[in-house]
């Protein structure tokens, strides 16, 4: 995943036919332009590429779809909160082993935007850091990722900041405005080109495959079924949960009925019928018996589990609440121990 050094051809000054006949397609397309987004469409068109060429990637990537998840939600909570597409910034964690890299999930990053440039704030990824090795201790920090259409100078700006934190991070750009049916994700490495006698870092594609575990299978599935017009359909394990239930629920109802029957016929209040009363203890002997020796161990092993997450449940809040007495007792006996030295000041 180390950066790459190779020549590069002068940068050109000027638009070639091609970008001039783009532009001009653009404003042709929307008449309504006004001179400001002329300017930054020009911008954009003259605005050096920063994609390298020719480079083979380094590196051999698997992206796990709980992090285009994360990204996606993280992307879409923001525009419900801003009412506007926003860009989001996050960083990406998972495992390397030599030239293979694998990454299993992901967090939100905080940044500022400062002259329309977005500067991470790194005091806040130092903390979260802190926090996802604790939960994820065989998980180490590989990149970041960001939100929006082809790669431009921006993103070379945040990815250099990036590289103050971990040296040749891999970058994760995913496109939710795009209408193509392919999955919009694009992974990048860094290169280093040489370009008018000047080193330039650039951005070089890199291809990835997808691998997922049973819990991700799971919920893609779930996810994967929902329309685009709002109205979702049930995963293949909701449906059967769901048919299980119900057929539960109508086993529920029915013994229910026939323990009502023998109820009543044992109080006399219903006559002797000799051939319900053959069928319902014909029933009862087809039900499987659940006295079996195993069946009590691991029954009550399940119920030893329960209480005990249970009881740690309790005990973790318990030291939460004392932690925090310890830590408001502690702040009180130094307000006390500057009052009692401040007195023998004047003293």
Same mark, same amino acid.
């Given at each position: ?13 000027? !638009? ?7 532009? /001009? ?8 332009t006004?001179?400001k ?12 590429s %920063?994609?390298?060429?020719? %480079?083979?990637?380094? /590196?051999?990537?698997a &992206? ?43 967090f939100?990053? !905080? ?9 991470i704030?790194?005091?806040y ?16 920090f ?13 993103? +070379?700006?945040?990815?250099?900041? %990036? ?7 891999l ?15 694009? %992974? ?5 080109d040489? +370009? ?13 495959? &997808? ?8 919920? /893609? ?14 995963s ?10 119900s ?17 009543a016929?044992e ?21 499987? /018996? ?24 309790? +005990? ?16 009180l ?6 009052g009692?030295?401040?007195?023998? !000041?004047?003293?």
């Amino acid at each position: 995943m180390g950066p790459h050094s190779r020549h590069h051809s002068g940068r050109r000054s000027v !638009l070639s036919p091609r970008d001039e006949r783009t532009l /001009v397609r653009k404003v042709q397309i929307n008449p309504r332009t006004t001179a400001k987004d002329l300017v930054k469409m020009l911008e954009e068109t003259a605005s050096p590429s %920063v994609m390298a060429s020719g %480079v083979t990637g380094s /590196v051999s990537v698997a &992206l796990h779809p709980l992090v285009i998840l994360n990204i996606s939600d993280h992307w879409i909570r923001i525009r419900s909160q801003e009412g506007r597409p926003m860009q989001v910034i996050g960083a990406l964690i998972g495992k390397q082993e030599g030239r293979n890299i694998e990454v299993m999930n992901s967090f939100e990053l !905080l940044h500022q935007l400062v002259d329309d440039r977005a500067h991470i704030d790194k005091e806040y990824y130092y903390t979260k850091e802190e926090q996802f090795k604790q939960v994820f201790k065989d998980m180490e920090f590989l990149g970041w990722y960001t939100t929006g259409g082809p790669c431009d100078q921006s993103d +070379i700006h945040i990815h250099k900041q %990036v590289c103050e934190i971990i040296e040749s991070p891999l970058f994760l750009k995913l496109n939710p405005m795009t209408k193509h049916t392919d999955l919009p994700v694009n %992974v990048y490495e860094s290169v280093i080109d040489i +370009i008018n006698g000047e080193a330039t870092m650039l951005f070089a594609e890199l291809g990835y495959t &997808l691998a997922t575990e049973e819990a991700e299978r799971i919920g /893609v599935d779930h996810v994967a079924r929902m329309t685009a017009t709002g109205t979702g359909e049930n995963s293949t394990v909701a449906e059967h949960l769901i048919a299980q239930h119900s057929a539960i629920k109508m086993l529920h109802s029915r013994v229910k009925v026939i323990l009502e029957y023998v109820k009543a016929v044992e109080a006399g209040e219903v006559p002797f019928n000799h051939e319900i009363l053959r069928e319902a203890n014909a029933l009862c002997h087809r039900l499987p /018996v659940l006295s079996t020796i195993k069946f009590k161990t691991d029954f009550y092993d399940q119920c030893n589990d329960v209480g005990l997450m249970a009881y740690l449940g309790t +005990i973790t809040k318990t030291c939460n609440s004392m932690n925090q007495f310890i830590n408001k007792f502690n702040v009180l006996y130094d307000r006390q121990g500057i009052g009692r030295r401040m007195r023998g !000041l004047f003293f």
